[in-house]
Nanobody, 123 residues
Framework: QVKLVESGGGSVQSGGSLRLSCAAS????????MAWIRQTPGKGREEVAT???????TYADSVKGRFTISQDNARHTLYLQMNNLEPEDTAMYYC?????????????????WGQGTQVTVSS
C-alpha cells in the first residue's frame, strides 16, 4: 500500500521560500511518476510539478523558474523547493504518485495522494 506523507508547509511573506517534503513508501513496482498538485477553493486543482521515472520534470507556467521538484537518491523522499513565493501560491499542496514510466496526462489519473500540507503566502 502506497503511503505519502507531506510536511514543510506553513505561512510565509511574499518573496520568501519554503521546502515541502513527501515521505513515500509502499511501492509495489519500481516505475512510477511523482508530482506535486495544489488545490484552492477558487481555482480547483493545478499540477505544479512532475518528476517522471526517467528523471524528466515538468512545471506549471506559473511556477517555472521559482519551484524545483527533486527526489533523494533512494527515491524515498520527494521535495518541492519553492522560492520567491507569491500570494497566488497559497494553496493546499498534495504529493501524488502513479505507477508507470510517464506521468499521467490528467490530475484525476493519479491514484495515490497524501493528506496535503497548507502553504499560505501573505503580501
Amino acid at each position: 500500500q502506497v503511503k505519502l506523507v507531506e510536511s514543510g508547509g506553513g505561512s510565509v511573506q511574499s518573496g520568501g521560500s519554503l521546502r515541502l517534503s513527501c515521505a513515500a513508501s509502499g511501492f509495489a513496482h519500481y516505475k512510477y511518476c511523482m508530482a506535486w498538485i495544489r488545490q484552492t477553493p477558487g481555482k480547483g486543482r493545478e499540477e505544479v510539478a512532475t518528476l517522471a521515472d526517467d528523471g524528466s520534470t515538468t512545471y506549471a507556467d506559473s511556477v517555472k523558474g521559482r519551484f524545483t521538484i527533486s527526489q533523494d537518491n533512494a527515491r524515498h523522499t520527494l521535495y518541492l523547493q519553492m522560492n520567491n513565493l507569491e500570494p497566488e501560491d497559497t494553496a493546499m499542496y498534495y504529493c501524488t504518485t502513479e505507477y508507470g514510466t510517464w506521468c499521467p496526462k490528467w490530475v484525476d489519473e493519479y491514484d495515490y495522494w497524501g493528506q496535503g500540507t497548507q502553504v499560505t503566502v501573505s503580501s
